[in-house]
Structures are given as C-alpha cells and as structure tokens.
C-alpha cells in the first residue's frame, strides 16, 4: 500500500535496510582499513625501536636470572595491562647481561625460569632452553629471542617495542642459537 506521498512500505523498508548495511559494513571496514594503513601512519616508526628502562643494575644479582617488565612504546588507550611485556634478565658480569623475551621460538607461549635445573621451560609443547637461551629440547628450533642491551648511569635499557615472531626475529632481536644465520623458517 502506497502512502500519500508515493512511497510504498516496501521500498522503504528496503531503503532502511541497505542504510542499516552499510552503517554496519563502514563499522567492520575500519579495523580492516586501520591494519592495512598502518605502516602509512606511524606503524613502522621511532617509537618500535626505544631505548626502555628495566630498572637499575642493583635490581640484577650476579648470576641470577629475573624477571623484568617494560611498557610497550606502542601502546594504545584500549590496551591497558597487556602494554607491560616481560621479559627475563640475566647478569652474567659487572655490566654484561642478556636479555631474553619471555616468548617461546616455537609458537610464542611464555617461558617459565627454574633455578634449580637452570632451564627456561615452555609449558605449552615442551620447550626447554639452556640458561644462556640456547635450545636444550623440545619442539623449538633455535635458541630464546635476546633483546639489545645497553648500561647508562647505573640503569639497564634495552632495544624493545617489536616483538619476536616464529618467521623471523625482529632488527632489535637476536637470535643466539643461530648466530649470523637465517633462521631455518624464514
């Protein structure tokens, strides 16, 4: 039935309908949009390779492994406590030290340090890495990713804000096991 200006409730159901479509369609199209801009609008920028903080040099004993935490540089509102990334400390020396990421080279899960086998331990497949980071066993196939360390003033920095993937390590990574090879992956 047509109203009295011509427009049938048909047509104007099916015109509330594709505006309701769209409306829904530009809602999902931003993360897409968002993702593939990235790289655009700061994605790769400065602030994926800072200089962070763990702490002063008093906070590492001599031949204990720590755990330490340092905020993301690339953080957003919405990521709240998941910006704090872990990772562990080693102080081999005065001022020598490795860094590990927390991240197992298999799949990602977080190693776990037991200081009384001196063995990072993956729970999720059965990753196990020697405590210099270099794969004692299990499915992974190289060593822990170790992350670029610095001494100023009396505080350890570290190179951070890209994290470690399976495919390939990032430029502010290194991988022990494999030293000035490509990893097997990649």
Not at 9 to 36: E, T
Not at 79 to 101: H, M, S, Y
Not at 134 to 145: I, T
């Amino acid at each position: 039935m047509n109203s009295p200006d011509g427009v049938s409730r048909r047509g104007l159901l099916a015109k509330v309908g594709l505006a309701f479509n769209a409306a829904v369609g530009a809602i999902l199209a931003v993360p897409m949009v968002r993702y593939l801009l990235s790289p655009s609008f700061g994605g790769g920028g400065a602030g994926n390779e800072s200089w962070l903080s763990l702490g002063s040099l008093d906070q590492f004993p001599l031949g204990e492994t720590r755990l330490a935490t340092y905020r993301n540089p690339i953080v957003y509102p919405s990521d709240g406590e998941t910006a704090n990334i872990p990772c562990w400390v080693r102080r081999l020396d005065g001022e020598k030290f490795q860094v590990f990421a927390i991240n197992c080279a298999h799949l990602g899960c977080p190693v776990r340090w037991f200081p009384q086998s001196g063995l990072f331990m993956c729970p999720c497949h059965g990753g196990v890495y020697y405590e210099d980071g270099s794969r004692a066993s299990g499915p992974p196939e190289r060593g822990l990713f170790e992350y670029i360390y610095k001494v100023e003033q009396g505080t350890l920095l570290i190179k951070a804000g890209k994290l470690p993937t399976t495919g390939s390590p990032s430029t502010g990574l290194t991988n022990i096991s494999l030293p000035g090879k490509k990893p097997p992956c990649a």
